[in-house]
């Protein structure tokens, strides 16, 4: 057993490669260029979360809407995202990486279009489910390009980077939302949807500049441009030598192969039977690698982030804020929270690993939830709990910037096998968003049942549930290469387990896995 795992270790890694030189400290410049540009795609749901957070409240009133139907509005697009997403799996090992991001983009601009120009109730929630399916390909595909862009010495601080454009893109909804709403009731919110043609035709020109992802251009057997887009993107010549015998070894080529073209079966080049793989005969490693990825992304929106980013203006309202003016710029401050954290994220988490920060991050998220519900439900009797209760919301944002909002799109997206990434990530994507389209269409009837302190009593419970899963089923992935990756998974009780264990860089136990085809 151990000569076969050598002569794997030796087919993988060319003795030709020479000795590693020493890591750069800097980050590629053209791998940070490309992450720039896939993760801008991001800021559609991130405007579109953004905008109708203050949207809403005009459109109520210009199309005398029910709480209801403002709740569906709202949190329709979640929903609507699914099709996209699943589909984006797909199009992308067909079309590729690049052009999927583009029929995103075009895909969202027609949706803002349709918004911009909506008559009634039913014509903007058509718009709204046209701009579901270009978010879910926007979700999708930023942070699967990145990661097969990266190279793993600064992969998660460049996966990262789309969280920081949806943070991004709530920020510029909010402006919007401020910029505009002076204007008529039945004028201000058709620019406050409508100006997100903008971002979207960005998009379309922006990505038609980029390399595509090499990771597919193996795939397609296209040797000599994976191997020119990896020596721009990697850390050194030899980064570039090893990344490519790795991704040989996943697709199935020898890793002796030297030819610029070579013809893969049609089935492994457009990524049929990955759904077989993934839900009909997984391996252990594979059930591992699929519930971390549904997990991390159930409990990142189960623990209510999106009912504080699209209904900070009733909870202002709740502890006492009425004013228009007022409300709107205190739910700036939200984007701003977001946003400057987010930025902090992602200077960490290629220092301190995703494991650490994810843990910390949901623990202030359990502090400020459960504080927040203390603060809502004493606001009335207390004057000092409103600026109390506003910094508990500025505190649950910020946490969750910092860890579990990024470290959710860069885990799912690192951990899935070459051949299973592109829909395996979409499967993520969408538990993301049907979490987060019933969080967003029910907040309103949750609260009023259970009060609002209540309700983020509830938020502060699941959040408690999501620390013990993080803590127990995800390992560590930091400066591990994407194929190295696979490995780490396939024991569920490797936190318990006291044989054949090991620890990381950072101290992170981690159980060998015997069922990797690493």
Request: charged share 15%.
């Amino acid at each position: 057993m151990n000569e076969q795992n050598d002569a794997s270790s030796d087919q993988t890694r060319a003795p030709d490669f020479g000795p590693p030189p020493k890591p750069k400290s800097k980050t590629n410049k053209f791998a940070f260029l490309c992450a720039i540009l896939a993760s801008m795609s991001s800021i559609l749901l991130g405007y579109d979360t953004g905008v109708m957070s203050g949207a809403a409240i005009y459109i109520k009133e210009d199309f005398k809407l029910s709480d209801v139907e403002v709740e569906i509005l709202v949190g329709i697009i979640n929903l609507y995202s699914l099709i996209g997403a699943a589909a984006a799996g797909r199009t992308s090992d067909l079309i590729g990486r690049r052009y999927t991001m583009v029929l995103g983009g075009v895909i969202f601009f027609v949706a803002a279009v349709l918004m911009g120009l909506a008559t009634n109730y039913a014509f903007l929630m058509f718009g709204r489910f046209v701009a579901g399916i270009g978010v879910g390909y926007a979700l999708m595909i930023a942070p699967v390009y990145t990661t097969e862009v990266a190279p793993s010495s600064s992969r998660g601080f460049l996966t990262s980077f789309p969280e920081v454009f949806i943070n991004t893109g709530v920020l510029l909804g909010y402006v919007s939302n401020y910029v505009f709403f002076k204007l008529p009731t039945h004028l201000g919110w058709r620019f406050m949807l409508g100006i997100g043609i903008f971002p979207s035709a960005f998009l379309i020109l922006i990505v038609l500049i980029m390399p595509e992802s090499p990771r597919w251009l193996v795939l397609q057997g296209r040797l000599a441009d994976a191997t020119a887009v990896l020596h721009r993107t990697s850390d050194s010549l030899h980064d570039a030598q090893l990344r490519l015998t790795d991704i040989k070894q996943a697709v199935g080529i020898p890793s002796h192969c030297t030819d610029d073209v070579i013809h893969l079966p049609k089935r492994r080049r457009r990524g049929q039977d990955v759904w077989k793989d993934l839900f009909l005969r997984p391996t252990p490693t594979v059930r591992h690698i699929l519930i971390s990825a549904i997990g991390i992304h159930f409990f990142q929106q189960a623990s209510g982030i999106d009912a504080v980013v699209l209904y900070s203006p009733r909870i202002f309202e709740q502890v006492g804020i009425t004013s228009s003016n007022h409300k709107l710029l205190a739910t700036m401050a939200v984007g701003f929270s977001k946003t400057i954290f987010i930025l902090v994220a992602t200077f960490l988490l290629d220092k301190i690993g995703r494991r650490r920060l994810l843990l910390a991050s949901v623990s202030g998220k359990i502090l400020s939830l459960i504080s927040l519900g203390f603060g809502l439900l004493i606001v009335n009797r207390r004057r000092w709990a409103v600026g109390f209760c506003i910094a508990m919301v500025l505190s649950d944002v910020a946490f969750f910037s910092i860890g579990m909002g990024p470290i959710a799109w860069v885990y799912s997206s690192e951990i899935f096998p070459l051949k299973l990434r592109a829909q395996g990530a979409s499967v993520g994507v969408i538990v993301n968003r049907v979490t987060s389209g019933v969080v967003g269409m029910t907040f309103i009837s949750l609260y009023k049942a259970i009060t609002i302190s209540g309700a983020f009593y509830l938020f502060g419970g699941v959040a408690v549930v999501s620390w013990l899963f993080f803590y127990f089923v995800l390992p560590e992935t930091r400066g591990r290469t994407l194929e190295e990756i696979e490995g780490l998974f396939g024991n569920f009780l490797w936190k318990f387990e006291k044989n054949n264990v090991e620890k990381d860089e950072g101290g992170i136990q981690l159980r060998s896995n015997p069922n990797s085809t690493i």
